[in-house]
């Protein structure tokens, strides 16, 4: 792998500008949000799951309402003439602070899918897909998902997306089934970015595949099931498995061309990529706390947990892996900032492995030293583990992204294509 950074100083630390932003987003997700995570998500097992009650409702516009007085809003908007126009680094150090809540991402109008979905908008939708989508999105009006993965395929090599897409006068039909459709169940959501294949025997192999946009509900649009995870169906997000039968949507509601797929998809992932892991880094943190805390409060055999067995060591390993995954996460933001997406592409593939296995790691070392409590309900560690253990193969399994670590290191040994 080409190790040579491009010139100019490397600098992942917290900006000026940034530390007073940082202070109020860490203050607000530790005193106004974190303390409502728990009410909200008990509200879900009360009437219909994939609808809001009445308290979720008042609980997440209250808290948005409070982020856009304070000012706190649409932080992902990097690189941008509008809002803050951060750049990566400076906001993955807001999105480690939203890691620690359920509802921190939401609240700032930071959260998957929309995030990324917004970019795609901003960067390759028409004016009237920005006034019908982006608009009411970047207000934190509607919700929106991304469909990509199919169940029919290994969708972690995108050439294989099959869902068919055929052009029909003006409009498109899309035939096809999806899953893992991340909040897709969500009440709330307007508008899908589907990924498509659009063959042409005179494009090459990755211009075989188109996005387009379908409105929610559209006529042959058919949600199957929420997929769970771990026995989780994460309403009312959720993660849907969806048919489309005959769907038909304006040509319009394609964008950029036929064959711009892997173009819109990667300018989409990187970024999203960094954002998630940094997120999983917030998780980690939080878990060594709750880890730290429960060592020093909790006694057995006559001594504090943290005395016991082998915990001063983990401790330590939890912090110094926390602190390397940390700046390895800043590095591949650095690298997106210089505006080259294949320079940064083996860091941020590097982020996706080592990010969710470090906080796995963590939040299981915490669930561990909590005991069977640790597992229950009673704490945050066990949702944690799983949105974390989740993260291993959202965006990209491991195994993909360590081949292409993998190829990149190897392209100075070799001539042979791998």
Not at 68 to 90: A, C, H, I, P, Q
Not at 151 to 177: F, K
Not at 255 to 267: D, H, K, P, Y
Not at 379 to 406: C, E, M, Y
Request: with cysteine.
């Amino acid at each position: 792998m080409n190790r040579t950074a491009p010139s100019g100083e490397m600098a992942l630390g917290m900006s000026e500008r940034l530390k007073p932003i940082h202070e109020k987003v860490a203050a607000m997700v530790r005193d106004d949000i974190m303390p409502l995570d728990e009410e909200f998500l008990a509200e879900v097992e009360k009437g219909d799951r994939w609808s809001y009650t009445p308290r979720q409702t008042e609980i997440l516009e209250g808290l948005k309402k409070l982020a856009k007085e304070r000012g706190l809003w649409n932080f992902w908007l990097t690189d941008s003439t509008s809002g803050y126009g951060l750049t990566t680094v400076e906001y993955a150090y807001l999105a480690e602070e939203m890691g620690k809540s359920h509802l921190a991402a939401e609240v700032f109008n930071c959260s998957a899918p929309d995030t990324g979905n917004m970019e795609v908008l901003e960067r390759y939708g028409s004016e009237e897909h920005k006034q019908k989508w982006l608009k009411p999105l970047l207000e934190g009006e509607i919700r929106s998902a991304f469909l990509m993965t199919e169940p029919d395929v290994a969708s972690s090599d995108a050439t294989n997306i099959a869902m068919s897409c055929v052009r029909d006068g003006d409009e498109y039909v899309l035939n096809g089934e999806k899953w893992w459709s991340s909040g897709a169940g969500d009440p709330r959501c307007a508008i899908y970015i589907v990924m498509v294949a659009s063959p042409d025997a005179n494009r090459p192999k990755h211009q075989q595949h188109s996005m387009i946009l379908v409105p929610a509900g559209t006529k042959g649009v058919e949600i199957l099931r929420a997929m769970q995870v771990y026995g989780m169906d994460d309403a009312p997000h959720g993660h849907m498995h969806v048919r489309f039968t005959d769907v038909r949507v304006p040509a319009s509601n394609l964008l950029v061309r036929e064959g711009a797929g892997f173009e819109i998809s990667q300018g989409r992932l990187g970024p999203g990529r960094i954002h998630h892991c940094m997120r999983a880094i917030g998780q980690a943190e939080r878990a060594l706390e709750s880890m730290c805390q429960r060592s020093v409060r909790r006694e057995a055999f006559g001594k504090p947990l943290a005395q016991l067995g082998a915990n001063f060591d983990i401790i330590a390993n939890c912090r110094m892996e926390i602190e390397m995954a940390r700046l390895l996460c800043l590095k591949a933001a650095w690298y997106m900032d210089q505006g080259d997406a294949r320079a940064a592409a083996p860091w941020i593939s590097q982020i996706k492995v080592v990010a969710p296995l470090m906080a796995l790691k963590v939040i299981d070392e915490a669930v561990q030293m909590h005991g069977a409590g640790g597992i229950s309900q009673d704490f945050h560690l066990a949702n944690s583990w799983k949105h974390v253990r989740t993260l291993r193969l959202a965006d990209g399994p491991d195994a993909v992204h360590r081949r292409q670590i993998a190829r990149w290191e190897l392209k100075n040994y070799t001539q042979a294509k791998l």
